[in-house]
């Protein structure tokens, strides 16, 4: 058996074995994602005729339309929040140390964790837009290949983040200190165009909006649905998405090499 087939079968053990993991313990993925669930919500029947009216709308349907592109992106967001925790809680509880001492194809470990929490993501965003859709979430004017589009998106972001999220808990030493440093995968799409322009906000405070991955994400998903002008947010969204999945990787596998704890 060739060097890329026994990588290919290990990852794909290790991917079962999160995917088992995960149903087992469904408690953090449901607490994980009722945060943007609650948020949807919230921002637009508490206060989606305010908000709506602010953003130049005429009723709250038009901040339904305006809010679940940045809601999509905190889902995943939050999602690889665990994926953080559950990397950390393999390290401090030994069984990355007995797989350092099987025949295991050593990136199967990381690998696994990746393509599960991407396929995670993809399961969270589905569940939330099906949420949006049931409050009046429509987007008759996106193509078919414009879906496919923002849908590569999606799954090209989570990645990105995913590996982040890998290093992130690679480096902590508990899962609760894995959950902290996670916490900016949470934090940002709150900083961001997910819930207001970036024009109306305090000068100040914009370039903290403007100049960061989620903003560029969110509006290119948001031309691609609702048929907004996406201009240069697209290549930034893929700059930004590419970028991290290189940063992630490289920390990742570097951490991942060195002596275990």
């Known amino acids: 058996m060739t060097s890329l087939s026994l990588a290919v079968r290990d990852s794909n053990t290790m991917l079962r074995r999160n995917l088992l993991h995960a149903r087992r313990y469904p408690s953090l993925t449901l607490n994980l ?3 943007p669930v609650m948020l949807l919500l919230l921002f637009v029947y508490i206060f989606g005729d305010v908000m709506s009216a602010g953003i130049g709308g005429g009723d709250r349907s038009d901040y339904i339309a305006y809010i679940v592109p940045g809601i999509l992106l905190l889902t995943v967001g939050s999602t690889v929040v665990g994926t953080a925790v559950s990397v950390s809680t393999d390290m401090s509880e030994g069984i990355i140390a007995r797989f350092r001492t099987m025949a295991v194809h050593r990136g199967s470990v990381i690998i696994g964790h990746v393509v599960g929490s991407v396929l995670q993501s993809v399961l969270s965003v589905v569940l939330v837009g099906a949420v949006a859709v049931a409050i009046g979430f429509r987007s ?5 290949v414009e879906w496919l589009a923002a849908f590569g998106l999606l799954v090209l ?3 990105a983040l995913t590996w982040v999220a890998v290093g992130m808990g690679l480096i902590s030493p508990n899962a609760e200190a894995a959950s902290n440093n996670a916490l900016p995968m949470v934090l940002l799409p709150m900083l961001s165009s997910a819930f207001i322009p970036v024009e109306t906000m305090p000068g100040w405070f914009r370039p903290i ?3 960061q991955p989620f903003t560029p994400a969110i509006e290119t998903l948001r031309g691609l649905l609702l048929g907004s002008e996406i201009g240069h947010n697209g290549w ?21 090499g060195q002596d275990p704890r």
């Open 33 to 35: 994602l009722l945060t």
């Open 140 to 144: 008759t004017d996106a193509t078919l």
């Open 157 to 159: 972001f989570s990645a």
């Open 236 to 256: 930034l969204a893929v700059g930004w998405s590419l970028g991290l999945v290189v940063l992630g990787y490289f920390w990742a596998t570097a951490k991942f």
């Open 209 to 211: 909006a403007e100049y």
